[in-house]
């Protein structure tokens, strides 16, 4: 299975502050996705990324989340003030091939723990 | 709307039987079905994805797709405790790569 890694695994932060949350997708792909899961909850798309533009966000990706490609591999998704509601498993995931319609896989995640 | 339905179970089979998991979903015109597994505190991890209808095997899994009824089920044959899990039915409504989740069916394989 083609590897998505995600970085930090687990991240605490006070309310209002500012988190990043790191995603290396299947390497040379250009579509990526970012979904969350609060606890006991179902998995939630927030955004889908391609070609460094944002192709589709969900109702919960308001103006406090951003999403950006600092680099040739690395994907990045930003929450400016975080919120207690926002405490989640943040997931990144990317197709199978370089094409939305194929199957997605999902990074380890990023357990977000906001205080 | 684009719901995607599930019993969330517990469903609970003993080791060698078949575990069959259901998922319904509310868009006629959807193409794309996939099912996940997720253990505690884990990941969703691909486990089938089925595009026609019909059933597809892989291993001892199959998905099994009616498009008409618009159901998705999951059979697993000779069910291991290691099968122990929640199962994830996603579906892409309009092939785009936005994947809506169902809730989760919690199976446990008693030994």
């Known amino acids: 299975e083609p590897e998505v890694t995600q970085t930090p695994s687990h991240q605490v932060t006070q309310m209002g502050q500012e988190v990043i949350l790191r995603c290396v997708p299947i390497s040379n792909h250009l579509y990526f996705y970012w979904y969350r899961q609060i606890l006991g909850q179902k998995v939630e798309f927030l955004v889908s990324f391609y070609n460094n533009e944002i192709s589709e966000k969900s109702e919960i990706f308001d103006d406090q989340f951003s999403v950006e490609r600092p680099d040739g591999s690395n994907f990045t998704l930003k929450i400016r003030s975080t919120k207690l509601e926002d405490s989640a498993m943040y997931f990144c995931?990317?197709?199978?091939?370089?094409?939305?319609?194929?199957?997605?896989?999902f990074g380890p995640g990023t357990r977000l723990t906001v205080t | 709307q684009k719901e995607v339905e599930q019993n969330s179970g517990p469903l609970s089979v003993p080791e060698g039987a078949i575990a069959s998991l259901n998922c319904t979903y509310s868009d006629r015109v959807s193409q794309s079905f996939f099912w996940y597994r997720q253990y505690s505190g884990k990941s969703p991890e691909l486990i089938m994805s089925i595009y026609s209808n019909g059933d597809k095997e892989d291993g001892r899994f199959t998905a099994q797709l009616n498009k008409a009824s618009q159901y998705v089920s999951l059979l697993i044959r000779d069910s291991q405790p290691s099968d122990s899990a929640t199962y994830l039915c996603a579906v892409d409504f309009r092939s785009l790569g936005r994947l809506y989740f169902g809730r989760g069916t919690q199976l446990t394989v008693w030994p």
């Open positions: 995931a990317s197709p199978k091939r370089d094409n939305p319609t194929y199957e997605q896989y």
